[in-house]
C-alpha cells in the first residue's frame, strides 16, 4: 500500500517538493560554509519524495553542540518556513477524507524540517 500511496504522492506535489528541497541543497553546497545545511536539505528531498512507509527517528548519538548550532541556524534561516508550508500543505489536505493520508504524511515531515540534524526518516 506504500507503493500507491508513494506514486500518488509523486504526482501531486511531492515531486516538486523532493525537487525543491535537493536544488535548494546544491545551491547551499556551493559555499564551504553551506555544506553541511546541503547534505541535510539533499536528504530531506530524498525522504520527501517517498515518505509513505518511512516513520521519523531521533539519531542515535543524540544532539552535540555543533548538532544543536545548526539545528538553530537552520531554524532561524530555513527551517520555520518549510514547516509552515508542510503544515499549510497538511491543512489544506486534511480538508478531504482522501487528503488525510497525505496531511499524516506533511505532518510526520515538520520535524524533521525543523531540526534535521536531530531526525532521519527510515
Not at 108 to 121: C, N, R
Amino acid at each position: 500500500m506504500s507503493i500507491f500511496g508513494n506514486i500518488i504522492w509523486l504526482i501531486f506535489g511531492g515531486f516538486l517538493a523532493g525537487l525543491g528541497y535537493i536544488l535548494g541543497g546544491l545551491l547551499l553546497c556551493l559555499t564551504i560554509v553551506g555544506i553541511p545545511f546541503g547534505v541535510q536539505a539533499i536528504n530531506l528531498g530524498m525522504a520527501t519524495f517517498a515518505p509513505f512507509g518511512k516513520e521519523v527517528v531521533a539519531k542515535e548519538r543524540g544532539d552535540g553542540c555543533l548538532a544543536l548550532g545548526f539545528n538553530v541556524l537552520w531554524i532561524v534561516l530555513f527551517g520555520w518556513e518549510i514547516a509552515i508550508a508542510h503544515l499549510t500543505g497538511a491543512a489544506l489536505l486534511a480538508i478531504t477524507i482522501i487528503g488525510l493520508p497525505f496531511a499524516k504524511q506533511h505532518l510526520k515531515l515538520i520535524p524533521v524540517s525543523l531540526a534535521p540534524f536531530s531526525y532521519d526518516l527510515k
